[in-house]
């Protein structure tokens, strides 16, 4: 049996990562996860509740920056793998506080890296290195931010040199160094893989995708930083969740692996494929308009979709330092294991637009509170 310390799991691809291992990958084999997750305002327990069984699963609310409490963890469980997914994770948000992404990216995969090494070195051999229980991986999940921003053209490798422009992808530029330097200054068993933008199911709506979808429904505005013109490659979350479980079982120690979604569009060709998107399946099916906060009756006195259009979009100051391009080779992680992004986006985006209309009343859970004064003060 095995155990993983999965970090960050009540967040958007930490759940999807747990949900995968639970009911797709290890249906059938006996696993033991424990979630470690600080619960901040990206985390939301609804999200995982029912997968909390204390047995297949268990959860421990708590910081990864906690010293005590991660070697509390690896002296009472034997755990095979780590999975860290726990981070301060919205560029925007980096912007305005850095210090909080340091801590907790840098800082908090520091203190796991080292309550792994308490915990899983038996000894020295006779050059000095520690000498590792068997079959134990350390996996940091990374960002193709740390490569920074393309041109038209190009993709980026695993040796692409790094060249962070956000504090947020700085701090994940870090993390990732520390935990190579911890392999090749101790042999530690690590791994890493670095995605492009995932989109899917429990996606928190700072992010475009969801944050479009969401005011649509809203009848808000649109908006779009700049000219609309920067391009991301969209990867959806479950097709990442299976690479980062081939990964960490079957990849080799000590590599990157890049896992991109072959999907690279502008955003604004995106927003006007979600507005599209959800004004078709509208039109399609009457009852589904029942869902929109924005209820404009027409002649018949149905509900009606007409305003459902581009004109919803307003373009707003751009991000500061905003990268323009990215884009993922994905060879590596096809070649050695397999892997390919199975979800094309015209069909990842459908189920992530159905997800979210089956789902509102988690949409409506995780933007009380406090995502209004976030998104008063953004927008
Ligand atoms: P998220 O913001 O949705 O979730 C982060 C989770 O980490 C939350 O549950 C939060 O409560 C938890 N957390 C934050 N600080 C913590 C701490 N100190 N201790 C314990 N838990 C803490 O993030 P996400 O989008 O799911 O991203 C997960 C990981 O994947 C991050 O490391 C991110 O850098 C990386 N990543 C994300 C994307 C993407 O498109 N979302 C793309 C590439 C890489
Ligand atoms: O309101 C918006 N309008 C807009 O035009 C928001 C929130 C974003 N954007 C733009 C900025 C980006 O070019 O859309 C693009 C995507 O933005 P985000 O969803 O904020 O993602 P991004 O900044 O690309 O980073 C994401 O992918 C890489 C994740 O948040 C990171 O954690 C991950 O490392």
């Not at 000095?128 to 053209?153: C, I, M, N």
């Not at 209820?295 to 905003?322: C, M, P, S, Y």
């Not at 199975?342 to 406090?370: C, H, P, R, Y």
Request: hydrophobic residues 35%.
């Amino acid at each position: 049996m095995k155990t993983y310390l999965v970090t960050g799991a009540a967040g958007f691809i930490g759940s999807n990562f747990i949900k995968y291992l639970l009911y797709k990958k290890y249906k059938e084999e006996e696993i033991k996860i424990i979630v470690l997750d600080l619960l901040t305002y990206a985390g939301n327990y609804g999200t995982i509740k029912d997968d909390i069984d204390g047995k297949r699963c268990v959860f421990v609310h708590g910081d990864i920056r906690d010293r005590e409490l991660a070697d509390k963890l690896f002296s009472e469980n034997d755990i095979d793998y780590v999975v860290n997914f726990a981070a301060e994770s919205h560029v925007d948000r980096s912007i305005e506080n850095p210090q909080l992404f340091l801590e907790t990216n840098i800082l908090g995969t520091q203190n796991l890296l080292d309550a792994a090494r308490r915990a899983w070195v038996t000894g020295k051999d006779e050059t000095g290195y520690p000498v590792w229980k068997a079959g134990k991986r350390f996996h940091q999940v990374s960002t193709d931010e740390v490569y920074g921003s393309l041109g038209k053209d190009g993709f980026f490798t695993e040796n692409t040199p790094l060249c962070p422009h956000s504090p947020y992808s700085a701090s994940k530029t870090s993390a990732d160094m520390i935990v190579m330097a911890y392999h090749d200054t101790y042999h530690m068993p690590v791994s890493i893989t670095r995605c492009s933008n995932n989109y899917g199911p429990y996606h928190f709506p700072e992010k475009l995708i969801p944050l479009i979808i969401n005011n649509i429904l809203e009848g808000k505005q649109l908006p779009v930083y700049g000219k609309g013109d920067n391009v991301r490659d969209w990867l959806y979350v479950e097709d990442h969740c299976k690479a980062i479980d081939l990964v960490v079982r079957e990849g080799k120690e000590g590599e990157v692996y890049n896992v991109g979604g072959h999907n690279e569009m502008t955003n604004i060709d995106i927003v006007k494929l979600t507005i599209k998107t959800i004004h078709d399946m509208m039109a399609e099916d009457k009852e589904l308009r029942k869902i929109l906060k924005k209820q404009v009756k027409d002649a018949d006195g149905e509900i009606a979709i007409d305003w459902i259009n581009d004109n919803l979009i307003t373009f707003v100051k751009d991000r500061l330092g905003h990268d323009q391009r990215y884009a993922i080779d994905p060879t590596k992680i096809k070649n050695d294991l397999g892997w390919y992004p199975e979800t094309m986006f015209a069909e990842g985006i459908v189920k992530t637009i159905k997800w979210n209309l089956d789902n509102q009343e988690w949409v409506k859970e995780v933007t009380s509170g406090d995502y209004q004064k976030y998104y008063e003060q953004m927008y």
